[in-house]
């Protein structure tokens, strides 16, 4: 028998027992009240229910909002709390309206609140959004409001997503973008942006405490800074943003990771000295490149430095070959063709017009996807490209049209203007370089600047390596999923204190790994070693908060037809009935006390 039949029992027993005893004057009325005793009684331990109109199949979520007082890099700096909570009585949540599912948005029952969020008490509070689903196996959409959802609830909301009420990014840095790692002697760049500090200024400074560069900022906030990485090993420059009026907005650390690694190979083909070879060399020695060249001086007689040659050997030991359109002519029909050759094979090409061109050389580059066309030669600036002031050096593109339909855009000049292409070529890539004179740069002594220029064009153009580092997170906090991919057999992550953790990596080469201590970590796979940064929970808050948004819209669904509303029984509250019966009760006790005692007098 079932717990209902058990009770339904046990209840006609006691109802039978007590109208038998009853007897005497006043029998009917004492009979009344045990009957209404026990109808209160039921109900109080199976309450009825009554149908409810919702929605099965969505469900709110409510994630915590960045608050940036409380911590960034180490320094705080008070500003209102954003909150996504609207005033008693509102029909909101977040901005997503009740409307929707026409039930009261706060009811437990079809909201959910993670760790840190503001909710009201009525809402239901969950650990993680899978104990959510898991307690709510109905729902199958979710529409999220505030932060966003952590990295550790993204996969269970993957194709749930439908809505994401996003609350507003605090100040600070909320883009940041940094090369994975670095070559001893690299100029690498910095880009990012930052949110709340139209008319700033954001400052790079080295591990030292020494700035190497700095930049103001427009009303979008975006910023490029460069610098130069000379020593080998893990770094951390300090990035600083100020407001217009000069006060601290937020400071924190940009983790490079610097190599020794092998240099570039690079071939230079010239058929006369030009400034731009000069200032590109003197470049190339301090970068550590390792530089050989052919650079004709008359007719018969060339400057040759290491293997100047154009054979099979020196190509395939070569990354990227610079040449000239008046090389381009003075070559062999034999070296052509090679040249040709090894870049179908993954050799890198960087073709360099200048003054006239020969048409033998216009129909050979038209071949590898680039045609020419007479023009003028104008004036271009590259000022916002390369973080300079209003008053840096103007530049010259050389004096053609090019059509290049299936090539990218290496280098654009400040009206738009493309200045660089690249393209495929086999295995390999064929780029076109116009500008005439970057070498202006090194003139006004602005090197990194013109490193910047020469080393974002040599690593698109060069032959791709197989020591590519494994992918990384951009950016790691402690607590934090880190996904890593691209991995060669096993791997083991080393922490700051030697605890060494192996990592499960599935058929797809890639393994969680969750951080909990920040600074540099070491992952150890394939026989290479790979520096990564983690830092603490409360630091970088806004590029967290941008981060985690991002992550969450990622998550965005297409499909946002309204689902049905269905029915549900929902039980009544206990407490009248139980009230009830307390009364009810007690006036039959008393009423049988009195009786009894009539009884006894009589």
């Known amino acids: 028998m079932s717990l209902l039949a058990w009770t339904l029992l046990l209840l006609g027993t006691a109802l039978g027992l007590g109208l038998w005893r009853t007897r005497g004057r006043g029998a009917l009325r004492r009979a009344l009240l045990q009957v ?4 209160l009684l039921y109900p109080t331990l199976f309450p009825p229910s ?8 969505e469900l709110r979520v409510l994630t915590p909002v960045a608050n940036p007082a409380e911590g960034s890099g180490g320094t705080s700096f008070p500003r209102k709390r954003e909150s996504i909570l609207p005033p008693s009585g509102d029909a909101r949540i977040g901005g997503l309206e ?43 959409r979710l529409a999220v409001a505030g932060g966003g959802l952590p990295a550790r609830d993204r996969d269970a909301a993957r194709g749930r997503v439908v809505a994401f009420d996003a609350a507003p990014l605090p100040s600070g840095v ?15 760049s910095v880009d990012g942006r930052v949110e709340g500090a139209p008319g700033g200024t954001v400052e790079l400074q080295d591990p030292g405490g020494t700035r190497v560069a700095s930049a103001s900022l427009g009303e979008e906030g975006a910023f490029r800074l460069s610098a130069t990485a000379k020593i080998a090993g893990p770094a951390l420059y300090t990035l600083s943003v100020m407001d217009s009026a000069g006060e601290p ?9 610097v190599r020794t690694g092998s240099p570039l190979r690079v071939l230079l083909l ?18 550590d490149l390792d530089v050989h060249s052919r650079i004709g001086l008359s007719e018969g007689v060339a400057l040759r430095e290491g293997a100047g040659a154009l054979d099979p050997a020196t190509l395939a030991d070569s990354d990227v070959v610079l040449i000239d359109a008046r090389a381009w002519a003075g070559l062999a029909s034999a070296e052509r063709d090679g040249l040709l050759a090894a870049v179908r094979h993954g ?4 073709l360099r017009p200048t003054g006239s061109l020969p048409p033998e050389v216009a129909a050979d580059w038209a071949r590898l996807g680039f045609r020419f066309e007479p023009a003028e030669a104008r004036a271009v600036r590259l000022d916002a490209r390369l973080g300079l002031a209003a008053s840096g050096p103007a530049f010259s593109q050389q004096a053609f049209t090019v059509a290049a339909s299936d090539a990218a855009p290496l280098l654009r000049a400040d009206d738009g203007s493309v200045l660089a292409w690249s393209r495929l070529a086999g295995e390999g890539r064929a780029g076109l370089w116009l500008l005439a004179d970057a070498w202006k740069l090194g003139l006004a002594g602005d090197s990194a600047a013109y490193g910047t220029l020469w080393s974002d064009t040599l690593a698109a153009i060069a032959r791709p390596r197989d020591d590519a580092p494994p992918e990384l997170r951009q950016h790691a906090w402690v607590g934090e999923r880190v996904l890593v991919c691209s991995l060669k057999g096993s791997a083991i992550v080393v922490d700051g204190d030697g605890n060494r953790t192996p990592l499960r990596v599935d058929d797809d080469g890639c393994a969680g790994f969750w951080p909990w201590a920040s600074g540099w970590h070491m992952l150890e796979s394939g026989g290479e070693t790979w520096p990564f940064h983690v830092r603490e929970r409360d630091e970088a808050v806004a590029l967290h908060a941008a981060e985690t948004r ?5 998550l965005l669904g297409t499909s946002h037809e309204a689902t049905p509303s269905a029915s549900r029984d929902v039980p009544l509250p206990r407490w009248p009935f139980f009230l009830a019966f307390l009364a009810v009760a007690a006036l039959l006790w008393w009423l049988e006390r009195k009786a009894g005692g009539a009884t006894a007098a009589a």
Do not use: C
């Not at 209404?36 to 109808?39: G, P, S, Y």
């Not at 010239?270 to 970068?287: M, S």
């Not at 991002?550 to 990622?554: D, L, S």
């Open 249 to 257: 907005v937020e400071r924190i650390v940009v983790p490079v990771a």
């Open 98 to 140: 009740a409307g929707r599912t026409g039930q009261d948005p706060t009811s437990a029952s079809r909201a959910v609140a993670l760790p840190g969020a503001q909710a009201p008490p009525s809402v239901e509070r969950t650990p993680d959004l899978a104990t959510a689903l898991r307690r709510h196996p109905e729902v199958t």
């Open 270 to 287: 010239a058929g006369a000295p030009d400034a731009e070879l000069k200032y590109f060399r003197r470049w190339a020695v301090d970068a």
């Open 174 to 188: 909320v883009e940041l973008a940094v090369p994975p790692s670095l070559m001893a002697g690299q100029v690498w």
């Open 550 to 554: 991002r992550g969450t819209q990622a």
């Open 347 to 350: 050799l890198g090409l960087l």
């Open 50 to 57: 009554l149908p409810e109109a919702f929605n099965p199949g």
């Open 36 to 39: 209404a005793t026990v109808a």
